[in-house]
Structure formats: structure tokens, C-alpha cells
């Protein structure tokens, strides 16, 4: 059974380039968050979507960043016009459904380096 | 919001000896969940044990079991007969019940070192 799968597994953007992150999730798995993390820090949430819709994207900057998970293929973290702040390791992790008790399972994060 | 704190940066333990992780949240809700998670370098995220907040039995796996007091809102870790393979970055995380909102929660985090 295949994890969560995020690539690239390393990304680098020059500053001013668009990144785009996929997640396919746990096969069945309707559920996708994406977590960024600094260096030496926690995992800050920043997006939960279901198929086609964005239950909370409280964690999500205003400008530039932006989340899908279509019907059919993966989740898209796309970040327009990056900038050196952007640079993070960037985690998806995925669940069968929103109780809170089925447990996430995360992908091995996508880090992104804008030079 | 709910908030999860650990207050320990770095920790350092023997190889073999006992250590304990820290962790304290923040919530008003009465039934949630708490897990920790370790991090190697790989960066993969490994839950390493969760404890329902209903339940006042502490979860136990293994080497790893917890210390969780709700009243006091805290969750701690500890790690018997410390291995080699225990280092890594150990985060504590909060997760809701309420629909809509079961996003994770994290702390800072913390370094674990194992000496051998």
C-alpha cells in the first residue's frame, strides 16, 4: 500500500518563479492538509481540503499561495512569485475522513529552496 | 485557538536510561486528541503514540508510553531504555473534534539526543 507520495522531493526556484507542490494522498483518502516547516520549527498548518473544497485555509497567507484537490489527481500547493521566505520543507498528510480520531498520515515533505 | 507548548528545545539522554518530553496545550474543548510524533533526519513524520482525552488510561507503546493530566493540560512523553535509533525531533500535536476543524496542532518541538 503506498503512503502519502509529495514530489518533487526537492524543488529550487529562482525569486519571482511560480513552485508547485503535489500530494497524492493514501489511496481512498478524501482529506489533505499541507504543513509548512521553517527550519528548527514545528509544522505550521496551513491548509485542509477535501475533494473539489477548502474547509480551512486559516494557515494560508493571503497573497500568492494558493490550494487545490480536484476530483481526480493530486492536491496542488502552488506558490506564485516566490520569495527566499518561501524557502521550507512543505508536508502533506492525508486521512479517510474528518473524524478526529482516524489518524494522518503525512507524505516525506517537499523542500523548497528559492535562491 | 488551541496552542501547544513544549518548553524543551534539546534534550539529552543516555543510551539505555530514561527521558521525558514535555508538552502542555491550551483548549476549551473537552474531547480531543493528543499524539507525538518523532522526526529523524529523513524528515518523515512517525507517530510515535495518541491518547484520546476521554480516556484517562495513559497510552502506552512499548518503550514509549505518556503522562497525561488533563486537568492540568498536559501531555508528557517518556522514552525507557533509550536506543541509538530514539534521536530525532519529537513534536507534540493537538487535534479537535469539532467538525471542520480536526487540523493538527503542533509545539516548537524537541531535539533529542541519545549518547551512547
Known amino acids: 500500500n503506498a503512503g502519502v507520495m509529495q514530489n518533487p522531493r526537492h524543488l529550487v526556484r529562482r525569486r519571482g518563479q511560480e513552485a508547485r507542490l503535489r500530494c497524492s494522498p493514501v489511496?481512498?483518502?478524501?482529506?489533505v492538509y499541507w504543513y509548512r516547516q521553517l527550519p528548527e520549527e514545528g509544522l505550521k498548518f496551513m491548509v485542509y481540503?477535501?475533494?473539489?473544497?477548502?474547509?480551512?485555509e486559516s494557515g494560508m497567507p493571503k497573497e500568492r499561495f494558493s490550494a487545490e484537490f480536484p476530483k481526480e489527481g493530486p492536491s496542488i500547493l502552488r506558490i506564485q512569485q516566490v520569495v527566499r521566505g518561501d524557502s521550507a520543507a512543505y508536508f502533506c498528510?492525508?486521512?479517510?475522513?474528518?473524524?478526529?480520531?482516524?489518524?494522518?498520515?503525512f507524505g516525506n515533505g517537499t523542500r523548497l529552496t528559492v535562491t | 485557538a488551541q496552542t501547544v507548548t513544549q518548553s524543551q528545545p534539546e534534550m539529552s539522554v543516555q543510551e539505555a536510561e530514561t527521558v521525558t518530553l514535555s508538552c502542555t496545550y491550551d483548549t476549551s474543548e473537552s474531547d480531543y486528541y493528543l499524539f507525538w510524533y518523532k522526526q529523524p533526519p529523513s524528515r518523515q513524520m512517525i507517530l510515535v503514540i495518541r491518547?484520546?482525552?476521554?480516556?484517562?488510561q495513559n497510552a502506552t507503546e512499548n518503550r514509549f508510553s505518556v503522562n497525561f493530566q488533563k486537568a492540568a493540560k498536559s501531555f508528557s512523553l517518556k522514552i525507557s531504555d533509550s536506543q541509538l535509533g530514539d534521536a530525532a525531533m519529537y513534536f507534540c500535536a493537538y487535534r479537535s473534534q469539532l467538525q471542520g476543524a480536526q487540523k493538527l496542532v503542533f509545539g516548537q518541538g524537541t531535539r533529542l539526543t541519545i549518547n551512547p
Open positions: 491518547q484520546e482525552a476521554y480516556k484517562q
Open positions: 498528510a492525508s486521512s479517510p475522513e474528518s473524524s478526529y480520531n482516524s489518524p494522518l498520515h
Open positions: 481540503l477535501q475533494k473539489e473544497n477548502i474547509i480551512d
Open positions: 489511496k481512498g483518502h478524501s482529506h
